[in-house]
Every structure is written in C-alpha cells, then in structure tokens.
C-alpha cells in the first residue's frame, strides 16, 4: 500500500474527504442516538414519576376525604342523636330478644340481597327503632354512596354496633367480642383520642369480611362534653386501586401498590391476578427502599410482572397508616423506542457513508481537473511567457478566483518588466535632487538660515524644494522673534530681580518684629500658665483643710456622744450607791435589833452580840465609803456636764470654720478657672503668632528665592541671546541686541 504523502490529489483527495465525511456522520450519529436515548430514558422516567405522583395524590386525597368526613360526621348533632336514639329503642322493642329480632329484620330476612342489604330503609315493623332507622338511614346511606365506604356504624360506649349501612354479620354485634379486629382498635382509640382527631387501623383480615379492611373512627360526644359513642366507617381495597390507576396509562405493563415499612402489601396488585393484600412481598430494591422510607428510582430490577422493571418508590405522608407508593414498569416496553432508533441510526450511517463516497469522488474530481491547469499556467510564467490561455477564468468558485489571480499576476509581471525601465530614468532624476538637498542641509547645519535653493527640480520633486524654501523663511522670522523674546525677558527679570531683593528686606524685617512678639507672648503665656498651676494648688490645699475639718467635727460628734454616755453612766454609779448606802443603813438597824436581842438574852448571846457589833461597824464603813463615792460620782458629773458643753461650743466654731473654709475654696475654684481660661486663650494665640511667625519666615525664604530665581532667569535670557546670535538670518532679520547681519547664500543645483 503506497504511502499517502506519494498518492496523487485525484486519489487523495476523494480517500480525505471519504473518511471525514464518515467520521462526522458516525461521530454525529453516535451522539445524536446516545442524546435521543438519554431523552428517552429521563422522559420515561419522569412519565412514571409524575403517574406515581398523581397515584400518591389522589390516595392521599381519598384518605383525607374520608378523615375530614368521618370528623365532620362525628361533629353534627344528628349523629349523636341517632346514636342516643338506636340505643334507646333498641331496648324498646317488644321482643323477648330484641337484638335477635332486628337482626332477622334487617339482616337475615331483608328482601334484598346480601349484597343490597343497605336498600331497605323502612322495614314496616312498626317499632320505635324502624322510625329511628327511616329518620336517618338515608343521610348515612349517601354518605357511604358517594365516598365508596364499605360500610359505616354507630357504635355506643359500650362497645355495641347499634346500627350500620350494609347490615351484614358484625351488625347490632359488640367490638369487643373480637377485641383484634381493626373495627374494636378504631373503636378504643376513638374513645381515649381528643375531638376532632380520628383514629386509623391499617388493612387487616376482618371475621364478617372476606377481603381485608381498614377502619376509621371518630368520638361522638353529647352536649353535655362526654362521649356519647363512636362513629367508624369501613374502607376497602378497590377504593385504594382505584385511586391509584386513575393516572395510570401502561396497561399490563405497569403496576403500582402499596406496601407498609414490614413489607406487606397494603393493596392488591393493580394488574390482576399478581398478588393478593396483605401478601409478604420478596425482598428486591424497590421493597428495601420501602423499609427505609426513602424514595428511590430504580432501574433493571427485579419485579412483581416478572420481567426487568424500572421502578419509582414513593413513601406517604398519611396520618395513622405506614404505606410506600410502589409503581413498576416493564424495562422492555418503556425502552422500546431506543431499539427502534438504534436501528434506524445504524442504517442512515450506512446510506450516508455511499452517499458520501459517491459526492466525494466527483467533487474531487472536479478540484483536482482545474488545478492541474493551474499548475501548467504557472509553470508558463515561471518561464516568462506571458501568451499562455489561463483556463477557468469564468468559473464561479475558488478555482475561478485562483485563475483571475493568476491573470492579474500575469498583467502586473508585464507591467513590472516596462516599469523597471522607467525606474533607471528617474533614479538619475532623484541623484540630483539628492546633491541638492545635501548641500543645502550642510549650510543650514552651519547655522546658514540664507540657504535657499534656486534652481528648480524636475516633476514632483519641485514640491519638495517648494517646501525646503518654505521651511528656512519660517525658520528665520521664528528666530527674530526668539531674539526679541530674549530681550524682553533679560529686561523683565532685572525689573523683577529687584522687586524681589526689596520684598525680600522688608518681609525680614516683619519677621524679625514678629518674632520678638511671638516672644513676649510666650513669655507671658507661661507666667499666667505658673499662676494657674499655683492657683490650682492653692485650690487643692483648701479642698484638703476643708476635708480635715469636716473630719475634726465628726470627731467632736463622737466625743459628745461619749461624754452623753459617760454621765449617763456616773448617773446610774449614783443610784447604785444609793442602793448601797440604803443596804448599809438597813444592815446597821439590824445590827443593833441584833444587839438589843443579844442584851436580852443575856450570857447566852454574847458571841451573839460580838457578831452584831462588828456587822454593825461594817455597816457603819459601807455607809462612810458609799457617802465619800458619792461625792466623788457627784464632782465628776460636774465636770463630765462642763466637757460636754465646751465640746459642743468647739463643734460649733469647727462647723462655721468649715463654711469659712467652703467659701474661700470655692472662690480659690472660680480664680483656678479663670487663670487656667487665660492660659488656654493665650496659648492659642501663641500658637498663632507661632504659625503667622513661620508662615513670614517662608515668606521671606520664598521672596530670597524669587530673587535668586529672577538673577538665573536673567543669565538664562542673556544665554539665550548668545545661541540665537549664532544663526546666519541673512540681510533682511537684524538682531538689535546682537547687532549683527547675515548676506544670505543662494545655492543652485
């Protein structure tokens, strides 16, 4: 196989275009079928999200219906009173067993059949409890009627079924002979349950059904607050089944349930004949996410239809039950759609790529055919003949362009060849135009201004002299005009050189008087500053005298109240000592009583009366000593009475010292104030005269360099007039500083 590189264009060309014709379209293909698939894929997917939403919404609706009608039925007064009522005229009845007598009745020998028990409403018996039943059997009947119950009771607190829509084996029964079944749980729960707030027990075998049931109930109270019964109602499956198929659209291809958290199916298969309610359902994906109460879509799982299923678990939020939403739907039908593009794909490929190679042969050809006559034209030209046919001129495409190109070339080669003759003439024009300028730029790179060429040059070259010319009496009036400038600065800047010199004293001068102002101020400014800190001291010192009076009067305060305390204690020393003095006389009398007895008894009361003698002396010192306490009790109240009053005067002369004290403080205050005012006033105006100070100081710095400034514009001015002097500006610009003219010189070519 030879290498690609040494292949012809015809041949390579067709093979290029071939395989990226085939590329593309498989590439594009490919995409477009992985693109469709993907669609079909997430449109499956969310048709059977939203057929297992509307599913879930329209069970959750039907649960909630019957609740809102179970509370609603459980809050009217005519509900309590047909309960009252039923239970009332059950006892009524002139039976020996009246139970077994309404059950015959309405039951066992109603005249419709089993299944239409619910369309005899007048029973024609005659009995209160037939009234009763024609009173409110058809309020009740059409409730079960247009909400699809199965049934519906009244059940008293007692636990007895005192009437029920359908009549069949659990009628005029007690709940509590099968304590298990959903109808007694509802019926319990209702009882302990608040108003409002219904009970729910999930499908279950029920004994006087042969299908599973659920069961809702309500409380019934009286007006008196208390429950009068229960009201329940009997739902079944094919209420649920069809609610969940009321969206759905796969036919035997899709089925939807619903399953509790155990596993158990709460609902009968939607496609008939699967599985029946309350089955144990195997453990695949679908029924593990059920377990976790996790929604989850599935794909190639395992499912009730027996085939590879995509599956949507939806869990429910419905009060009292724990159900998950399972819908499955068979893989192979919901995928179909991709089979048949894949194939219809695979065969566009397949036409396209023939098509392709068919196209691609002959556009090759039909490329390849002009540039080889291209080729042939370029080769010509190569060799310098200009009399070769180009072919393709007339074409519309590239090709066509490529050609009208290659005739322009040829036209512009021709064109090249006559001007490169005319180019050796003008280049001895433009030799001399050359000599021209140069000799006139060396004079004007001496300083010559005069240099202007006369002679005229040839063609456009001419605007070229015009324009030298122009340039040179340009230049020379600018450079008179320069000289001029020169002049009128040099003599300007003397001017302003000596205004600023003069400036310049003068603004010294005030800086110098505003110094020295600064100064005294600053002198002044600390004096009152001084004076303020010593008033301020001054200030302190009273505060402190102040304080150390007011302390001497508390303490003055203190000593009074203990000389009080002192005479009030000398005067209870003296009532002590007068008891004493009274116990010494009394002591004395019975001292001498004692002797007088003594005397009477003569011999025998000697001792007795040496005893009594001496008790009386005792006596008599205890007496003496009492009396001189006494005395001295007395002088000391005196002079404790005397340090009372001269202490209280001192307290008196302290409390106006502190009020002399006060006043003169607070005017020491009121000076500290004001002196310190002063000194913050003069401190600001010291520091303005400090800031005027250094603003004249700059001034005057500012005048010295304007001085210095206008001394260099001056020397500049003066340099200026020298460079402008070494211009040559010919007889007809005379510098009047410089004094000097210049003949000018006339070149000619």
Not at 94 to 122: H, S
Not at 413 to 421: I, M, P, T
Not at 458 to 480: C, I, K, V, W
Request: glycine share 8%; proline share 3%.
């Amino acid at each position: 196989m030879p290498r690609l590189t040494k292949l012809p264009l015809k041949l390579k060309l067709p093979l290029i275009m071939v395989a990226l014709t085939g590329v593309f379209l498989v590439t594009v293909s490919l995409l477009v079928y992985s693109m469709a698939e993907r669609s079909i894929r997430e449109n499956a997917f969310a048709a059977q999200k939203i057929e297992a939403k509307s599913g879930a919404q329209a069970l959750a609706f039907l649960i909630k219906a019957a609740r809102s009608d179970v509370s609603s039925l459980a809050g009217q007064p005519a509900v309590f009173r047909a309960i009252s009522n039923f239970e009332r005229v059950i006892g009524m009845v002139e039976e020996d067993d009246p139970v077994a007598y309404l059950k015959q009745i309405y039951a066992a020998g109603n005249p419709n059949a089993a299944d239409k028990r619910e369309e005899l409403t007048d029973a024609g018996d005659g009995s209160y409890y037939n009234q009763s039943h024609v009173t409110y059997h058809p309020t009740f009947l059409q409730s079960l009627r247009l909400n699809g119950y199965q049934d519906l009771y009244l059940i008293t607190p007692a636990g007895q079924v005192v009437y029920s829509v359908k009549k069949q084996d659990d009628f005029l029964t007690s709940v509590q002979e099968a304590p298990d079944s959903g109808l007694a749980q509802v019926f319990q729960a209702a009882l302990e349950t608040e108003v409002g707030t219904v009970a729910v027990a999930d499908f279950a075998p029920y004994g006087h059904s042969p299908d599973a049931v659920a069961f809702m109930a309500a409380p019934v109270l009286a007006k008196n607050g208390k429950t009068a019964g229960v009201i329940a109602i009997q739902l079944g499956t094919a209420g649920v089944v069809q609610a969940l198929t009321s969206n759905l659209s796969g036919g035997t291809h899709q089925n939807i349930f619903v399953v509790s958290s155990d596993g158990v199916a709460r609902s009968p298969s939607s496609v008939e004949g699967l599985f029946p309610v309350l089955q144990q359902m195997p453990d695949t994906p679908q029924i593990q996410a059920v377990a976790l109460r996790e929604a989850a879509q599935l794909e190639g799982v395992p499912s009730s239809l027996g085939e590879r299923a995509i599956a949507q678990v939806m869990p429910l939020e419905l009060p009292g039950l724990d159900w998950s939403l399972v819908l499955e739907t068979d893989e192979h039908a919901a995928f179909a759609v991709v089979g048949r593009i894949r194939l219809i794909a695979a065969g566009m490929i397949g036409a396209a790529l023939l098509a392709a190679i068919g196209v691609s042969w002959l556009a090759a050809r039909s490329v390849t055919r002009p540039i080889h006559a291209l080729r042939e034209a370029t080769n010509a030209l190569a060799d310098a003949d200009y009399n070769l046919e180009i072919q393709g001129l007339a074409r519309g495409d590239e090709l066509g362009d490529l050609a009208r190109s290659l005739d322009t070339f040829r036209g512009k080669l021709k064109e090249a060849d006559e001007a490169a003759a005319r180019e050796v003439v003008a280049a001895r024009h433009t030799e001399a135009v050359v000599e021209s300028m140069s000799a006139a730029l060396s004079e004007l790179q001496r300083g010559n201004l005069a240099c202007d060429i006369q002679a005229p040059f040839d063609g456009h070259y001419e605007t070229l002299r015009e324009n030298f010319n122009r340039s040179l009496e340009r230049l020379r009036s600018s450079m008179a005009e320069v000289v001029g400038a020169a002049e009128n600065v040099g003599r300007f800047s003397e001017e302003q050189r000596g205004a600023a010199t003069e400036m310049a004293h003068r603004t010294e001068s005030q800086a110098a008087t505003l110094e020295e102002t600064a100064g005294a101020i600053r002198e002044l400014t600390g004096g009152i500053r001084d004076t303020a800190d010593r008033a301020g001291r001054m200030d302190e010192t009273m505060r402190g005298a102040r304080s150390e009076a007011e302390q001497s009067t508390d303490v003055v305060t203190s000593a009074v109240a203990a000389m009080d305390q002192i005479q009030e204690a000398s005067a209870e020393i003296s009532k002590i000592i007068n008891m004493i003095d009274d116990i010494a006389f009394q002591t004395n009398l019975l001292a001498l009583n004692a002797g007088v007895e003594a005397a009477r008894a003569g011999p025998a009361g000697a001792g007795f009366a040496v005893v009594a003698s001496e008790v009386r002396a005792l006596a008599q010192r205890a007496s003496n000593a009492a009396g001189q306490i006494k005395g001295l009790t007395s002088a000391s109240e005196e002079h404790v009475s005397n340090g009372v009053a001269m202490v209280g005067r001192a307290g008196d002369a302290l409390t106006s010292i502190i009020d002399q004290v006060s006043a003169v403080s607070g005017l020491v205050t009121e000076i500290a104030d004001g002196v310190r005012a002063q000194s913050e006033g003069l401190e600001k105006i010291d520091g303005a005269m400090h800031q005027l100070d250094s603003m004249t100081q700059q001034n005057a710095a500012m005048s010295e360099e304007a001085a210095a400034a206008s001394q260099l514009l001056q020397n500049e001015s003066q340099s200026l007039t020298d460079i402008v002097g070494r211009f040559d500006l010919g007889s007809g610009y005379v510098s009047a500083g410089a004094g000097f003219a210049a003949e000018p010189q006339l070149l000619s070519a």
